[in-house]
Each structure stands twice: as structure tokens, then as C-alpha cells.
């Protein structure tokens, strides 16, 4: 099972990328998110460059690294609710939580192989933000400038939980991640006449290159 699976490109996995360096700084309640994401692209920086071969030869040190670190700043109970959409409700309990670890695995997964892969000319976030509308709600903006000059625009959603941000959504050149991983679940259950345990056995969200590159509506 994967997460992406042939069509994962440096532009996605370098989003992730982002979670993956957070960890420190998210258990600072007084960060802003803001500077939560800015200080995770000079985190990033230091843990990954140089040691790419290193971690292709010890696959299963970046796997548990990742594994976690996600736990920290990503709010995966709330994502996989929202992916599953109208049809958390009839779930029961233990598909609930199935469901999260299945999603939670697949992303570890693909993105341990792809922070070994990636490649891009430059990461900022943007200077000027967005003011939120709600006190526990925010949104981030950045870029991702790739090898051949292209520039991709990046938006994280972030919830306060307890005292921390958390990251909920990704949007990567007008892509809703979030909102495409939920019409697929939604379409799996259609196909598979509302058998939750065998969407959720089959679960291996799909996101083709050219739809990141040509960008789409939030």
C-alpha cells in the first residue's frame, strides 16, 4: 500500500517535508505558526542536506524519525475525520481509528522514501500573511521555487489544540490535499457499496503530477 504511490514528486514530498521539522518548535506555545513554519525550513535544511545517502542505506532510522515527529505537529485524528467526511459518523469506533492508522502509515511511508529523493532551488515562507478570521484557526503561506525556476505556492492549515498549533491541511498550488483525499474516500465507498473495512484495507490515495503542476481551485 502507498501513499502517492509512482506520481510523488519533490514539490509534495517537500511540503511534508515541513511537518517533519517542526517537532521542537511546536511545543512552544507562545511560536506563532508563522514563525512555527519559518524556523522549520532552517530545521530542515540541517537535518536533511548532506545526509540524503546516508538515510537511503538507513531507511528504517528516517522512517521512525519521521513516525515521531509527525505525532507532534500533525492532528491526525482530525484529518482522517475530515477525509472520511459525511461517512465518519456511521463509522464505527474501531474503523474510525483504523482508518487514521492506515492513513498515518501510508503518508510515513512514502514520504520516509521521498526525503531521500527530493530536490529544489529554494523554500520561503512569505513576508506578508493572512489574518485569521478565528482565534484557534490560521493559515500559512509559502513558496517552493523548483530546480527549473517554477514556483509553487503552499498554504498550511493550522488548528490550536490544547496550546499548540497543529497542522490539518495542505493546499500546494491551489490543490486542496485535504478536500481531494476526501472525494476519493468518498468515491472508494461508492465503489466498494459502503464497505468501510474494504476501503479502508484498500486505501492508497492517488494524485497525479499533472494536477499539482496545472494547480486547481481550494
Not at 537535518?47 to 515521531?68: H, M, P, Q, S, T
Not at 509559502?142 to 489544540?161: C, F, H, K, N, Q
Not at 499548540?164 to 476519493?184: A, C, P, S
Amino acid at each position: 500500500m502507498s501513499f502517492l504511490p509512482t506520481f510523488v514528486r519533490p514539490l509534495v514530498v517537500i511540503c511534508y517535508l515541513m511537518l517533519f521539522a517542526m517537532p521542537a518548535l511546536s511545543q512552544q506555545p507562545e511560536t506563532s505558526p508563522e514563525d512555527m513554519i519559518r524556523g522549520s525550513v532552517d530545521e530542515l535544511m540541517g537535518k536533511i542536506e548532506g545526509r540524503k545517502d546516508y538515510f537511503a542505506e538507513n531507511i528504517e532510522e528516517l522512517e521512525a524519525l519521521v513516525d515521531d515527529s509527525l505525532e507532534d505537529v500533525a492532528d491526525f485524528r482530525y484529518i482522517g475525520a475530515s477525509v472520511m467526511g459525511r461517512y465518519f459518523q456511521n463509522a464505527s469506533p474501531q474503523q474510525r481509528s483504523r482508518f487514521v492508522d492506515t492513513f498515518r502509515q501510508t503518508l510515513i511511508d512514502t514520504y520516509t522514501k521521498g526525503l531521500v529523493t527530493f530536490d529544489y532551488r529554494d523554500i520561503r515562507v512569505l513576508d506578508t500573511q493572512q489574518a485569521s478570521r478565528y482565534e484557534d484557526q490560521a493559515s500559512v503561506a509559502m513558496e517552493v521555487v523548483a530546480e527549473d525556476g517554477s514556483v509553487y505556492p503552499v498554504s498550511y492549515s493550522l488548528r490550536l489544540d490544547d496550546g499548540e498549533w497543529k497542522v490539518v491541511n495542505v493546499i500546494v498550488n491551489g490543490i486542496n490535499l485535504g478536500l481531494t483525499f476526501r472525494n476519493q474516500f468518498d468515491q472508494a465507498m461508492r465503489d466498494n457499496n459502503r464497505d468501510y473495512d474494504a476501503v479502508i484495507d484498500g486505501w492508497a490515495p492517488e494524485l497525479a503530477v499533472e494536477e499539482l503542476e496545472e494547480g486547481g481551485n481550494e
